[in-house]
């Protein structure tokens, strides 16, 4: 399925509706793209977040922006499916983060955290993997 709702059924499908729904409490706006057991918001071309399903359940994995020395590798953000509202301030944070200048899309007051990975009392929310 593509297009905006994300709700065709799908588990994958109905997750990154929610998701989708959320980012826009941001004032970001996205498409839902679903199949083969999986779902993507796609946000910007260096904005794609993952729905997916893995040994620990569903959940959200976007780009950090970050390269693991030595292997070149992409580093992933990763945050529970159940944790929408909070995997949408963390993709926010990644969206300010990569352009600056498009803070103009963000809600003002949006409780938002430079880089993304962390809340405001300093934790990191999920694990971090490199693929």
């Known amino acids: 399925m593509n297009g905006r709702s ?3 059924g799908s588990p994958a499908g109905v997750i990154a509706g929610r998701l989708r729904r959320a ?10 793209v679903e199949g083969y057991g999986l779902a993507l918001v796609s946000v910007r071309p260096d904005l794609v977040v993952w729905c ?25 953000e990763r945050c529970p ?8 301030r963390r993709i926010a944070g990644r969206y300010l983060e990569a352009h600056p200048g498009g803070g103009q899309f963000i809600k003002a007051g949006a409780p938002l955290v430079a880089g993304g990975g962390r809340h405001a009392g300093g934790e990191e929310q999920s694990g971090r993997a490199s693929t």
């Open 23 to 32: 980012l826009e409490d941001f004032g970001i706006t996205g498409d839902v």
């Open 6 to 8: 994300g709700m065709r």
């Open 52 to 76: 997916e399903c893995g040994p620990q359940g569903w959940h959200f994995r976007w780009w950090s922006g970050r390269v693991v020395a030595g292997s070149r590798r992409w580093e992933w």
């Open 81 to 88: 499916a159940g944790a929408g509202p909070t995997a949408a």
